[in-house]
């Protein structure tokens, strides 16, 4: 802006008050209310400080220079460097609101700012002139971005600085006389209060800046006016008080939405070594000693943490009833159930306000459960439900940190034998993965025995973005043998892999496991397997019960590094950090050619009970002869061949493997017709020929059962 953007005197803004005044009105009935209510709940969308619970006063300070920062998503001044111009020009000039929102609020408002007449000749005497000659403006648009941008970028070219003056006027006007009574919402709920208050606040940031940026420059498009009038009113309604009736208004919308029982989780925040669920700010210093876990503060609790400023894992259960079950002992170290009266309820977790308790006033009972607190990974779980107040009670209390804090003497330092594996959990392998020792062999060995070609590496991190489920391994000599990883997969866990691996005189061990908690824990020798159990949840086998005696798989915590260290342990190999650094810094992977599944007899099958296994047999080939005429694959020599023999033949099978990945898939289902009618229980054979025939052939459903009705004179399929 050339000339200073704060000399205008009070009778011009006393004019352009009523000026304003009168078209506030309309154009903020011109405002759908929910666009308006979005705007009108900015303030909430930022954690207000009851809300954030705890604050250090360095959180409080980030806190306030974020507010701070957003106060000024207006344009940048004419002098600004470019890295801050280059800033003002991206979505920032539109106060930071969503895409849509910003859309749906220039199409509401374009046709009525055009038709606005609001011209004040006073103005336009009082406003700094741009100098004399021509100007050339350059604007770069791109496409799918806001109609608002160029327009803008158009504005700060011709009329430098016309956005700063315009965000001046605005400012000033929110609390001049005239326009401050305007400015109060009103409606008779949560919603309508909301609307209201966005409404009237872009209303008067819409009129005000069409005053200024018109008599700035008369060519100026509505949509750099309504862009400019979003930029300003949006940090302007981030800061404003919401109105006196909006908290009763939200808290009976939320009490109306309110059902229970619900279950959410999230990361608290924490402060001074402790976070809060609460219905306002809590004081930094809280007594813990009582129990070592939970102290009742004024409106909720707080929970000690081991971190001192960090965020930890939270679950948060809001039940009807209280629990009934005790808190599992693998799971949770720290267990306390205390009481607290809600002055107004809904307390939150700090950060998170969306996690609350019942929005009611009354006496309310918590069970908090640790684990974790001693070792740096923390998680906890809190379950609220209403109850009279009553003593506190401790269900579990077996953490040092815990005796610590309460004055009782720190039990003993318990180092697992697992222990040197727990690194895995912060690993990149924490939520799926197998692991596979194999003693006495090379790498390359190793990989043909998966099923992959040595001379035919590839990079591991493509393998991993691929986004399918192919199958590969990555490998690494160590001493005396080989490690292999695989990334999400599992082929390892394939007793028929584990017999190729052990082959023909060594041993081998695999550790699988994945997000859902399920494991496969292999041992093999000399090309036998000597065992394949879920670890922890099925008896191992005998092979398996020496290398695991004194570890505690019953308890399922670190149990992917529990199997871990017994593989290395019956291998006598071992996997550290850094050496999974070095293979993954190496970024090679071998893509493997998975084994066809294992046929079993389907025992729970009770259909063809009574039809002969001779005729059960025809119907499974039958269907595959089906799949293949009708796939045009009649020539085909393997399928030729194999339907001939009714047996797979090895050029067949090495087709029907490779069907199975993803660039391959166009004939899968008929290898899998083809594999199914192998299987030795001629029942299973006939039901999964049919099966995988459906799939192969869509909307043959009517031939495949008529046929098989014709065969084995049973209807009721």
Request: charged fraction near 20%; aromatic fraction near 6%.
């Amino acid at each position: 802006m050339y000339g200073p953007t704060t000399a205008l005197p009070q009778a011009v803004l006393d004019a352009m008050a009523q000026v304003v005044a009168g078209d506030l009105s309309r154009v903020a009935q011109a405002i759908p209310p929910a666009p308006a209510a979005e705007l009108g709940r900015l303030r909430e969308k930022a954690p207000a400080p009851g809300r954030l619970g705890l604050m250090s006063p360095a959180q409080a300070l980030v806190r306030r220079e974020g507010q701070a920062a957003r106060a000024r998503q207006v344009a940048a001044p004419a002098n600004a460097n470019r890295a801050q111009q280059a800033a003002v020009r991206g979505g920032d000039r539109l106060g930071g609101l969503p895409d849509l929102l910003a859309e749906r609020l220039l199409g509401a408002l374009e046709l009525t700012v055009a038709a606005l007449d609001v011209a004040l000749p006073d103005l336009v005497a009082v406003l700094p002139t741009l100098p004399d000659g021509r100007r050339t403006v350059s604007v770069a648009t791109m496409s799918g971005g806001s109609a608002m941008s160029p327009e803008l970028s158009k504005l700060d070219g011709f009329v430098p600085g016309s956005r700063d003056m315009a965000q001046f006027v605005v400012t000033e006007l929110v609390t001049h006389p005239a326009i401050a009574p305007l400015l109060v919402a009103t409606g008779e709920d949560e919603t309508a209060i909301a609307a209201s208050h966005g409404a009237r606040h872009l209303a008067l940031s819409v009129v005000a800046t069409t005053v200024v940026l018109r008599s700035l420059w008369p060519k100026v498009s509505a949509p750099a006016i309504i862009g400019t009038a979003l930029g300003i009113a949006a940090p302007i309604l981030r800061e404003a008080p919401m109105p006196a009736a909006y908290a009763e208004a939200e808290l009976a919308k939320r009490r109306a939405n309110y059902l229970m029982p619900r279950h959410s989780s999230g990361r608290a925040m924490v402060a001074d070594h402790m976070f809060a669920l609460a219905e306002g700010p809590v004081e930094s210093t809280v007594d813990f000693s009582e129990n070592g876990l939970v102290a009742v503060v004024p409106g909720g609790v707080a929970i000690r943490t081991g971190h001192e400023n960090r965020s930890v894992g939270y679950i948060l259960r809001i039940v009807e009833e209280p629990p009934v079950v005790e808190p599992d002992p693998f799971l949770w170290e720290e267990a306390v159930e205390v009481s607290w009266h809600a002055p107004v309820g809904g307390a939150s977790i700090a950060g998170a306000g969306r996690d609350t308790a019942p929005p009611w006033p009354g006496d309310y009972r918590v069970r908090v459960c640790a684990r974790g607190r001693d070792e740096g990974d923390e998680r906890y779980e809190l379950t609220v439900w209403r109850a009279p107040l009553a003593d506190p009670l401790v269900h579990r209390a077996s953490d040092r940190l815990g005796h610590v804090l309460r004055g009782e003497p720190e039990p003993p330092v318990v180092v697992p034998p697992e222990a040197d594996y727990h690194w895995i959990e912060s690993s990149s392998l924490s939520d799926a993965a197998t692991i596979t020792f194999v003693a006495g062999k090379s790498a390359t060995e190793v990989l043909r025995d998966f099923g992959a070609d040595p001379s035919a590496p590839a990079s591991a991190r493509e393998l991993s973005e691929q986004g399918t489920l192919d199958p590969w391994v990555a490998v690494l000599d160590v001493p005396g043998g080989v490690v292999a990883v695989e990334y999400n997969g599992w082929v390892a866990s394939d007793e028929r892999v584990m017999r190729a691996l052990s082959s023909p005189d060594t041993v081998a061990a695999s550790m699988y496991w994945n997000v859902n908690a399920l494991t496969r824990f292999s041992l093999a020798k000399a090309g036998e397997s000597l065992a394949s159990f879920e670890l922890g949840l099925q008896e191992p086998s005998p092979a398996a019960e020496a290398l695991l005696e004194d570890l505690d798989v019953a308890n399922y915590g670190h149990r992917p590094a529990k199997g871990v260290f017994a593989a290395a342990r019956f291998t006598g190999l071992s996997l550290s950090a850094e050496q999974l650094a070095v293979i993954e810094s190496a970024d090679v992977g071998y893509p493997i050619l998975p084994l066809l599944p294992v046929l079993y007899a389907d025992t729970r099958n009770t259909e063809f009970r009574d039809v002969p296994d001779d005729r059960l047999r025809d119907l499974a080939w039958w269907a595959a002869a089906f799949v293949v005429e009708r796939s045009e694959l009649t020539d085909h020599p393997a399928v030729a061949a194999s339907l001939a023999a009714r047996a797979l033949t090895p050029e067949a099978e090495l087709l029907a493997r490779r069907s199975g990945l993803s660039d391959y898939r166009e004939h899968h289902w008929l290898w899998a017709c083809l594999h199914r009618a192998t299987n030795p229980d001629a029942r299973s054979a006939a039901t999964g020929a049919l099966e995988a025939a459906r799939y192969a052939v869509p909307g043959a459903a009517a031939e495949l059962l008529d046929h098989t009705r014709a065969v084995t004179g049973e209807t009721n399929r």
